[in-house]
T-cell receptor, first 111, second 114 residues
Framework: ELKVEQNPLFLSMQEGKNYTIYCNYS?????LYWYRQDPGKSLESLFV?????AVKQEGRLMASLDTKARLSTLHITAAVHDLSATYFC???????????FGTGTSLTVIP | NAGVTQTPKFQVLKTGQSMTLQCAQD?????MSWYRQDPGMGLRLIHY???????DQGEVPNGYNVSRSTTEDFPLRLLSAAPSQTSVYFC?????????????FGSGTRLTVV
């Protein structure tokens, strides 16, 4: 069974600061996904990373994937309050059909 | 384009009752799945389907049944509700089962079993 670990689980950061969320997974996979969830809402797709070394950026968020280290990072640059949400990474098995989520990182950006 | 539609949004059941959570998508996606979300545990896969007539179990299938008679619909049935099934349930769909384009999630069903 694939295990996906995120850290930190909770993150409180000041506006304007930078920070990184880490996602480690336990077995071989070549694709990783990042989602955002606002309280009481559904999940919104942020990034789909499909190969080793993939890097994608959208606004103040940048995601990267290192399949050799089984690690993905979500970097936040100059945080703003609107980024407050829970962020999930998810990985699927090489065999397909099984999609495993991390426990999520609850981000609060403080003015 | 409605995307993934889940009904109902909220439901309270008594222990032992049965019910069906509905999920429909209008994107002609082959792959559909059901997840439950519990605090501190992320989302866990209950059942999934790679096409009409084909279903399989995920991580936590016990107490749930599914069927896929059409491409559009993928209902989740709770056979005899238990308090441990209190959770938020999400349906998701994708063009391919390896999610090249990511997964689209429904808005969720918040279920309470008393």
């Amino acid at each position: 069974e694939l295990k996906v670990e995120q850290n930190p689980l909770f993150l409180s950061m000041q506006e304007g600061k930078n920070y990184t969320i880490y996602c480690n997974y336990s077995t071989t996979s070549d694709r990783l996904y990042w989602y955002r969830q606002d309280p009481g809402k559904s999940l919104e797709s942020l990034f789909v990373l499909l190969s080793n070394g993939a890097v994608k950026q959208e606004g103040r968020l940048m995601a990267s994937l290192d399949t050799k280290a089984r690690l993905s990072t979500l970097h936040i640059t100059a945080a703003v309050h609107d980024l407050s949400a829970t962020y999930f990474c998810a990985v699927d098995m090489y065999t397909g059909n099984q999609f495993y989520f991390g426990t999520g990182t609850s981000l609060t950006v403080i003015p | 384009n409605a995307g993934v539609t889940q009904t109902p949004k909220f439901q309270v059941l008594k222990t032992g009752q049965s019910m069906t959570l509905q999920c429909a998508q209008d994107m002609n996606h082959e792959y559909m799945s059901w997840y439950r979300q519990d605090p501190g545990m992320g989302l866990r896969l209950i059942h999934y389907s790679v096409g009409a007539g084909i279903t399989d179990q995920g991580e936590v299938p016990n107490g749930y049944n599914v069927s896929r008679s059409t491409t559009e619909d993928f209902p989740l049935r709770l056979l005899s509700a238990a308090p441990s099934q209190t959770s938020v349930y999400f349906c998701a769909s994708s063009y391919s089962n390896r999610g090249y384009y990511g997964y689209t999630f429904g808005s969720g069903t918040r279920l309470t079993v008393v």
